[in-house]
């Protein structure tokens, strides 16, 4: 993945390193942010998967293995958290475990 995204991964540490950069980005979203409009914070790292062949894995992957039904790359606390995302998990372990 690191080859083959490398530019995308020196843009975010660029962005990281520099507030102007970011309030740029910020700005595609909302044109209204000015830089004093933002204070420095802690930031977090989210997991992302990648294929065995480098590509991200934008969605989540659901993978049924023997008694196990696991749900892989979450994108965000809100998805994780969805009624809908449960009620397909859900329906998923009914089919598959005959519940």
Known sequence: ???????????????????EVF???????????????????GSGVRAQA??????????????QRGRFLHLCNAPSPAATASFAIGEHVAD????QFSL
């Not at 998923?92 to 089919?95: E, G, L, R, S, T």
């Open 23 to 41: 309030v740029r980005s910020v700005q595609r979203l909302v044109p209204s942010i000015r830089s004093e409009d933002l204070t420095a914070s």
């Open 50 to 63: 990648v294929s065995p062949q480098g590509d991200l894995l934008d969605d989540f992957r659901i993978i």
């Open 92 to 95: 998923i372990a009914a089919k």
């Open 1 to 19: 993945m690191g080859v083959r995204h490398w530019k995308s991964g020196l843009e975010e540490f660029r962005r990281s390193m520099v507030k």
